[in-house]
């Protein structure tokens, strides 16, 4: 096997790979006898069908399955023979012509840069300080998650803080408006999630008490078809409960855990504390590959790029379960979405671009034992076995995706270590 390599550009390589003769005919063979065996031709008893009439009858199919068996048997040993390593899936195009028998792969490759200065760069974050008001404020939010939701007494209405159960349809023009309207809707007032006039209409009701709220939709409002346009609810309120929040006391103190409410105290300032120092961490590093970035053209490559967009896209339209949306509109969002993920998919490339090459440079690497530590982290704060955590990552050979993390997260560490970090006063 003859491989040569040809720079394309700064991100693509094209790999020739040219075979023997015998090497051909060896791999054209093996797929003759499988064929031989399993071939089913009137007047030919199985496994004596004759090669010329196996050859007149599969020709198509033995030439594709050639071509495929050809790139699999060699297309490894070829890569490797070139150092080429490809950041998406080659594109092959076989060369078939006399006296010369192979393909070639046109491959991305990650650009060879010129690193900018990355050691001693110079940031400005927060200073980390945890305050007494941090701390009431978590105990608040603790407060508030182990409210009880108690169903409203007598003939109370319904006030800001309480959580109410609705039935609503919207109309517009006098018509029921499609897809508007719900039987149990929960609600909590106050909580400023819905139009502030649909939530101010809703405060001052009863049990049992129907209400009309009329709503003129803004012009910057996300959906477009009713953007302007006034629609009338008619809405049912169905339960009332206040939620009653527990004292803070010792007893609060230790349902979570600690001996009493001083020491929650103690161990909520801690724990805020952490987690000012991971943000820290995070503003650091995101700030330094902000710096590096603007220092540094970087060429990505097209297909990895748009592989990557696509990847996000596909992410997005399944969380917004877009499953029923008309073929003209889903074209419309596809657009739309490539638009907005376009820039941070690049800057992403570019980033694991620039990581990579440090971490080559300085020789960090990842071995079995950190990916396996990292699989234990995982199990412990996903509450699962770590056998149920490896045969996941088994499975859906994402090894080498979690490899690459933690290459990232000691690469970034490193560029921590080592730059200049001032705090803010």
Request: proline share 4%; glycine share 4%.
């Amino acid at each position: 096997m003859n491989v040569d390599v040809e720079s394309l550009d700064k991100v693509r390589k094209k790999v020739q790979v040219l075979l023997p003769e015998e090497q051909l005919l060896e791999l054209r063979e093996s797929i003759y006898e499988e064929l031989r065996k399993k071939a089913k031709i009137k007047g030919f008893r199985p496994g004596k069908v004759p090669k010329s009439i196996i050859t007149t009858y599969y020709k198509d199919y033995i030439e594709e399955e050639l071509q495929t068996r050809i790139v699999q048997s060699t297309m490894g040993e070829a890569l490797t023979t070139a150092n080429v390593e490809p950041v998406s899936e080659p594109i092959v195009n076989f060369i078939e012509e006399e006296g010369r028998h192979g393909y070639e792969l046109e491959c991305e490759v990650i650009p060879d840069i010129e690193l900018p200065h990355y050691k001693g760069v110079e940031v400005e974050v927060e200073a980390i300080n945890v305050t007494d008001e941090d701390v009431e404020k978590r105990i608040d939010g603790l407060q508030h998650m182990h409210a009880e939701m108690i169903a409203r007494e007598g003939d109370a209405v319904t006030q800001k803080g309480d959580f109410i159960i609705i039935k609503y349809q919207g109309y517009m023009n006098g018509k029921p408006a499609k897809g508007v309207g719900a039987e149990f809707y929960p609600v909590e007032l106050g909580s400023t999630t819905l139009m502030p006039e649909f939530e101010e209409g809703l405060i001052g009701l009863r049990v049992g008490e129907e209400k009309e709220i009329e709503i003129t939709f803004p012009e910057d409002y996300p959906d477009k078809e009713i953007a302007t346009k006034t629609m009338q609810f008619q809405v049912l309120v169905k339960e009332v409960k206040e939620k009653r929040l527990p004292e803070i006391n010792d007893e609060f103190a230790k349902d979570l855990n600690f001996e009493n409410i001083e020491a929650m105290k103690i161990g909520l300032r801690e724990e805020l504390k952490k987690e000012k120092e991971t943000a820290q961490k995070r503003e650091i590093s995101q700030k330094i590959m902000e710096i590096l970035l603007e220092s540094i053209e970087i060429p990505v490559p097209k297909r990895l790029l748009d592989r990557r967009i696509q990847g996000m896209i596909e992410d997005a339209k399944s969380r917004f379960k877009t499953d029923n949306i008309p073929k003209e509109e889903e074209v419309n969002l596809d657009t739309n979405l490539r638009r907005d993920f376009e820039p941070r998919a690049k800057e992403r490339i570019k980033g694991e671009i620039i990581i990579k090459k440090i971490a080559d440079v300085e020789s960090i690497t990842v071995n079995d034992d950190e990916i396996h530590e990292k699989m234990k982290k995982m199990a412990e704060e996903t509450r699962r076995s770590y056998e149920e955590i490896e045969k996941f990552y088994r499975e859906y050979n994402m090894v080498e995706s979690l490899r690459a993390n933690i290459l990232e997260e000691k690469t970034l560490a490193f560029l921590r270590e080592n730059a200049v970090v001032k705090e803010k006063q």
